[in-house]
């Protein structure tokens, strides 16, 4: 995944905050993952429009300590399981 990619959640997926947990959780058709606080700050920057740097950029302003690979791992993982999709333009 290149510096420059552009992340967006795909179109059937959806991230909602649920209620009952009280947690962020991404909705995929049948699957649901709860997310933890970054994870969720991850996707919520995902617009499409954002490339990877600028978010990683963001949340070094936001947290303390954001590793690059880290994030870079978080989406690939969701790229593969086609939550998230990638333009490279």
């Known amino acids: 995944m ?3 990619s552009r992340p967006k959640l795909s ?4 991230l909602m905050f649920d209620q009952v947990r009280g947690r962020h959780v991404l909705l995929a058709p ?13 996707l919520g ?11 990683v950029a ?6 303390d300590r954001v ?6 791992r978080f ?5 593969d399981r086609r939550c998230v999709e990638l333009s490279d333009d």
């Open 2 to 4: 290149r510096s420059s």
């Open 11 to 14: 179109r059937h997926v959806d």
């Open 30 to 42: 049948e699957s649901v993952s709860v997310l933890n606080v970054t994870g969720a700050a991850i």
């Open 45 to 55: 920057l995902c617009d499409g429009q954002r490339t990877v740097a600028a978010i």
């Open 58 to 63: 963001e949340l070094r302003g936001r947290y």
């Open 67 to 72: 590793v690059d690979d880290e994030v870079r």
């Open 75 to 79: 989406l690939a993982r969701l790229v």
